[in-house]
């Protein structure tokens, strides 16, 4: 028979801790992690909830935005110059235009100097580089009107767009073509002048490959044919001074200085298509 003492009255346990509060202590732990865990994907979902309700102002406001139309980047630096020794005596200005559909127009314009009796500008350049909010289906023709009068008398309002015609002026009509080192440029003046000699010229060019518009115009010397020459002259002197991330913009102008004539030769041209491509009646000899 086995004696009473050998039988020990508490059993031993290795860790000498009982297993029930080995037990215990594990879930504590286990729970613990588990209520961390769930603490922490509520937190992610917070942070998402909030991230979610403040974007909801943006999108409300993001269509009105895009529809704001264009507006002066005073920030922007110029991507182009045009030298020319005729016009080193006018004041020139540089104006950067931007749209939110990804739009950009640089505009140089010319004044006669503040000390003549006439502040009019006599010449002006628009570079435009079509975004988002360019239609086809618009007429050029229409805003150089706009930015044109007889006298020259157009000014550049805060929003990019020009001012200076009243309301119902009108149309423009073909005035001839000139070649540039861009091409062949069409010609324009305001439709219904009386007297066409003083009548200031307007120009457009469109480039399909970069998507970009050339347009202006001048009321420079006495004359139709030194206007065009005029605008020949100011189209060849016209430099790329960055492309940015348009490498086909410096690809057109690395090609267009290739074919750059003189403005001799802008003069020489203009006044020959003088009588060809007017559109006054040709000054043709003899009777037909």
């Given at each position: 028979?086995?004696?009473?003492?050998?039988?020990?009255?508490?059993?031993?346990?290795?860790?000498?801790?009982?297993?029930?509060?080995?037990?215990?202590?594990?879930?504590?732990?286990?729970?613990?992690?588990?209520?961390?865990?769930?603490?922490?994907?509520?937190?992610?979902?917070?942070?998402?909830?909030?991230?979610?309700?403040?974007?909801?102002?943006?999108?409300?406001?993001?269509?009105?935005?895009?529809?704001?139309?264009?507006?002066?980047?005073?920030?922007?630096?110029?991507?182009?110059?045009?030298?020319?020794?005729?016009?080193?005596?006018?004041?020139?200005?540089?104006?950067?235009?931007?749209?939110?559909?990804?739009?950009?127009?640089?505009?140089?314009?010319?004044?006669?100097?503040?000390?003549?009796?006439?502040?009019?500008?006599?010449?002006?350049?628009?570079?435009?580089?079509?975004?988002?909010?360019?239609?086809?289906?618009?007429?050029?023709?229409?805003?150089?009107?706009?930015?044109?009068?007889?006298?020259?008398?157009?000014?550049?309002?805060?929003?990019?767009?020009?001012?200076?015609?009243?309301?119902?002026?009108?149309?423009?009509?073909?005035?001839?073509?000139?070649?540039?080192?861009?091409?062949?440029?069409?010609?324009?003046?305001?439709?219904?002048?009386?007297?066409g000699a003083k009548s200031c010229l307007g120009f457009i060019k469109r480039i399909a490959d970069p998507n970009l518009q050339l347009s202006g115009w001048t009321c420079q010397g006495d004359g139709l044919p030194a206007r065009r020459a005029a605008i020949g002259c100011m189209l060849n002197r016209l430099t790329l001074l960055t492309a940015g991330n348009e490498p086909k913009l410096?690809?057109?102008?690395?090609?267009?200085?290739?074919?750059?004539?003189?403005?001799?030769?802008?003069?020489?041209?203009?006044?020959?298509?003088?009588?060809?491509?007017?559109?006054?009646?040709?000054?043709?000899?003899?009777?037909?």
């Open positions: 028979m086995r004696s009473f003492w050998t039988t020990p009255a508490f059993p031993h346990y290795p860790t000498s801790i009982h297993p029930a509060l080995n037990s215990f202590a594990d879930e504590c732990a286990g729970t613990l992690a588990r209520l961390a865990a769930y603490v922490g994907v509520l937190t992610l979902l917070a942070m998402a909830g909030l991230r979610l309700w403040d974007e909801l102002p943006v999108a409300a406001t993001a269509e009105p935005a895009a529809k704001a139309g264009w507006s002066q980047a005073l920030r922007s630096h110029p991507a182009f110059a045009v030298s020319q020794t005729d016009l080193l005596e006018k004041t020139e200005t540089y104006e950067i235009f931007r749209h939110p559909e990804g739009g950009r127009k640089d505009i140089l314009h010319w004044m006669a100097p503040a000390t003549t009796q006439s502040e009019k500008p006599v010449a002006e350049l628009e570079i435009y580089r079509p975004g988002g909010e360019f239609s086809r289906s618009e007429a050029g023709g229409v805003e150089i009107a706009a930015r044109m009068d007889a006298q020259g008398n157009s000014q550049v309002n805060s929003q990019g767009n020009s001012q200076g015609s009243p309301q119902g002026s009108p149309g423009l009509e073909a005035a001839g073509v000139i070649d540039s080192k861009f091409g062949p440029v069409a010609l324009l003046r305001l439709a219904g002048n009386a007297d410096a690809e057109l102008f690395a090609h267009a200085e290739l074919k750059r004539g003189s403005c001799a030769a802008a003069a020489t041209s203009a006044t020959s298509v003088d009588w060809v491509m007017g559109t006054e009646n040709p000054r043709l000899r003899g009777l037909l």
